[in-house]
T-cell receptor, first 113, second 118 residues
Framework: DQQVKQNSPSLSVQEGRISILNCDYT??????FLWYKKYPAEGPTFLIS?????DKNEDGRFTVFLNKSAKHLSLHIVPSQPGDSAVYFC????????????FGTGTRLQVTL | NAGVTQTPKFQVLKTGQSMTLQCAQD?????MSWYRQDPGMGLRLIHY???????DQGEVPNGYNVSRSTTEDFPLRLLSAAPSQTSVYFC?????????????????FGSGTQLSVL
């Protein structure tokens, strides 16, 4: 049972345009969400997060939006740069509980020139 | 600052062999964990530890053992390797674990071990 889903395995965007990566979850208990970025042959690195008490969090070119009623979050990258080409994982957890972070299947973003 | 160090980077095993994947961190993190990454499956938690002497099972623990004798080290043992354990394995650590304290998001990952079981 995949509790965190990223339905788009891949996405191609032109440099300078907006990249939108989507993530859906089924567990209504999740109250904290994160995005990780992974380059080939490296481990994932934390990118941005959002608590369920917010509907938006921004950090430079990266913004995460959360729609709790739809159990959906999205990561916006504006403007997209070639260095953003990577696999992006969304993840979710229930705060204050046993230490388990549930990851989605990942979306491979390719930013073209 | 080395962060999270995993060894080896690559390993090929025959079915039935045993081996240990090493993980060490130098950030004095209490929480350590092992994930495996498989195509179409994302990252799945194998085992985790919230401190020395304390371990617990994750989502896919079968076929793996862990121990945590020190804060720094968290080895993952494959008891009898099977082709289904072919995967990329990541060790990750954080101050107090996902969902705890003020550092919910700060999981630091190692660079991974690519394991093939023939």
């Amino acid at each position: 049972d995949q509790q965190v889903k990223q339905n788009s395995p891949s996405l191609s965007v032109q440099e300078g345009r907006i990249s939108i990566l989507n993530c859906d979850y089924t567990n209504s208990m999740f109250d904290y969400f994160l995005w990780y970025k992974k380059y080939p042959a490296e481990g994932p690195t934390f990118l941005i997060s959002i608590s369920s008490i917010k509907d938006k969090n921004e950090d430079g070119r990266f913004t995460v939006f959360l729609n709790k009623s739809a159990k959906h979050l999205s990561l916006h990258i504006v403007p997209s740069q070639p260095g953003d080409s990577a696999v992006y994982f969304c993840a979710a957890l229930v705060t204050g509980t046993a230490s388990k972070l549930t990851f989605g299947t990942g979306t491979r973003l390719q930013v073209t020139l | 600052n080395a962060g999270v160090t995993q060894t080896p980077k690559f390993q090929v095993l025959k079915t039935g062999q045993s081996m240990t994947l090493q993980c060490a961190q130098d950030m004095n993190h209490e929480y350590m964990s092992w994930y495996r990454q498989d195509p179409g499956m994302g990252l799945r938690l194998i085992h985790y530890s919230v401190g020395a002497g304390i371990t617990d099972q994750g989502e896919v623990p079968n076929g793996y053992n862990v121990s945590r004798s020190t804060t720094e080290d968290f080895p993952l043992r494959l008891l009898s390797a099977a082709p289904s354990q072919t995967s990329v394995y990541f060790c990750a650590s954080s101050y107090s674990g996902p969902g705890q304290g003020d550092h919910n998001e700060k999981l630091f990952f190692g660079s991974g071990t690519q394991l093939s079981v023939l």
